[in-house]
């Protein structure tokens, strides 16, 4: 079902009207005009809202695009509309590294060469591909409502990652260490960027699964 989400609510009303699930996928830019989808959803009746996360999950602060996510995590709840919160891991096609052959260039979505905190600290990962068809098996399970869920296929380190990869490619990676000096000149950037240009506030699951997923729900925040 599509829709303009800033189109009169009642259009939205009418166009929910006897759904039990909402599942949201929207752009960054788009990520707040789920507001109105909410406030729709709860006067149709709708029982149950899954909101555009699908993402890595941290504390509030450290991403701006989280931030915003959990902004609309609020409205859910203030709005006493049932739901399911997924997070999952981060998507392999953002973990993997440029080889200097460049080979995975094609598949790799955002190459990631740079190195944090030693590279040591274990990840949850999940083939993007992967999201529609967890997202389908969460949803039929009844426990999942009002909860919040995690689903990712493999835990691994930077470090891990780096290592299979030279010895399946037989290539050297060429790695930065990110240092806590030079974090700082990148966060610094960064609000910098952000501060001339408005926040950004995503879309896509493929359906073929390529991982076993590992589920894990969580307790409800709404009250």
Not at 141 to 151: G, H, M, P, S, Y
Not at 171 to 185: A, I, Q, S, Y
Request: charged residues 25%; contains cysteine; glycine residues 6%.
């Amino acid at each position: 079902m599509t829709a303009e989400l800033d189109d009169p609510i009642e259009e939205l009303i009418t166009l929910l009207q006897d759904i039990d699930t909402v599942i949201s996928c929207m752009s960054p830019a788009s990520m707040k005009l789920q507001i109105p989808l909410i406030d729709a959803a709860v006067k149709a009746g709708v029982k149950r809202f899954l909101p555009c996360n699908f993402g890595t999950p941290s504390a509030r602060g450290i991403l701006a695009l989280r931030d915003v996510k959990e902004e609309i995590h609020d409205h859910v709840f203030r709005r006493k509309l049932g739901f399911t919160i997924i997070d999952v891991g981060f998507w392999y096609q953002a973990s993997i590294p440029r080889v200097p052959s460049g080979r995975f260039d094609s598949a790799i979505f955002m190459p990631l060469n740079d190195v944090y905190s030693g590279g040591s600290t274990p990840n949850m990962l999940i083939d993007a591909r992967d999201v529609g068809k967890m997202v389908a098996r969460i949803i039929k399970d009844e426990r999942t409502l009002n909860k919040r869920v995690i689903a990712y296929g493999d835990v691994m380190s930077q470090n891990e990652i780096h290592d299979c990869i030279e010895d399946k490619t037989g290539e050297k990676l060429e790695l930065v260490e990110v240092t806590k000096h030079l974090r700082r000149h990148v966060n610094h950037a960064k609000n910098q960027h952000r501060s001339v240009i408005p926040k950004l506030r995503i879309d896509s699951v493929h359906e073929k699964q390529h991982t076993q997923p590992i589920l894990r729900t969580g307790p409800t925040d709404s009250s």
